[in-house]
């Protein structure tokens, strides 16, 4: 059986997995790569076709709830400690949260930077203070827009707050397949400064649609004759052409020689 699990202390939603018989709002624990989480089920997913996923170790008791409430508590002073340690040691680095794992054995901090930083002073300062396992944990600009959740210029809650388990790879490629590349970085970047995620959504529909058309800039055959490709319009199927006598013509696809 499948699930998507969200997660108390990282960002939601995870595709999960587990024998066990959950319903919604079921808070289970999760195991993660730096010990056991807290979550709840947010969806029952029965039949799936999505791989991976991490594993649900049981259903959460009232012990586990209340050992991760006392380790939310101890995270504020955590964080306060913190923040003054790297504005002390000058880190070019932006501190985005901490766990502390369910058994209270291990902390972790999570950070953002455009550099690489070298925090093994301040790794040293943390756990000599809180006398537990300190790890740092780096994320990019779309996790951390992922954590802090929000609209898209669409209205609509950010996709990578919507995304089971990782966000997808989006590339350049993507945004000329379906030809808004030229419209500029800024109006096809979302909130995180990145390429927008939902340039992923029919990015393989736009590929599969431009099998068998010409590249632009290519001359094209015709049955009235010869002509330079000057745009595509992949969704009609159709290919702008500047003929040799200086018009110019849309023609289908298919009568593409």
């Not at 669409?154 to 030229?182: H, K, Y």
Request: include cysteine; hydrophobic fraction near 35%; glycine fraction near 10%.
């Amino acid at each position: 059986m499948r699930y998507l699990v969200n997660l108390y202390s990282w960002e939601n939603p995870r595709l999960c997995f587990g024998d066990v018989d959950l319903k919604k709002g079921d808070k289970v624990i999760i195991e993660g790569e730096f010990g056991n989480d807290l979550g709840n089920v947010s969806e029952i997913k029965i039949e799936s076709k999505d791989g991976g996923g991490q594993p649900i170790v049981r259903v959460a008791t009232p012990r586990d709830i209340e050992a991760f409430e006392k380790n939310e508590e101890k995270k504020i002073e955590l964080l306060n400690v913190c923040k003054s340690e790297i504005k002390r040691l000058e880190l070019k680095m932006k501190l985005i949260d901490a766990r502390i794992g369910l058994d209270g054995s291990n902390v972790v901090i999570i950070f953002t930077a455009d550099e690489r930083v070298d925090f093994r002073e301040l790794v040293k300062t943390l756990a000599k203070i809180f006398h537990r396992s300190v790890r740092m944990l780096q994320i990019g600009s779309r996790d951390e827009a992922r954590r802090l959740g929000g609209c898209g210029i669409c209205g609509r809650e950010l996709c990578c707050v919507r995304f089971p388990g990782n966000i997808p790879s989006i590339s350049t490629d993507m945004a000329r397949i379906q030809q808004v590349a030229s419209r500029g970085s800024d109006r096809i970047s979302g909130a995180c400064g990145r390429l927008m995620c939902c340039l992923s959504y029919e990015a393989k529909q736009y590929q599969e649609m431009l099998s068998g058309m010409p590249e632009i800039g290519s001359i094209a055959k015709t049955k009235d004759g010869k002509g330079q490709v000057l745009d595509l319009d992949v969704v009609k199927q159709e290919v702008k052409l500047k003929m040799e006598d200086g018009k110019i013509k849309m023609v289908k696809k298919e009568d593409i020689k």
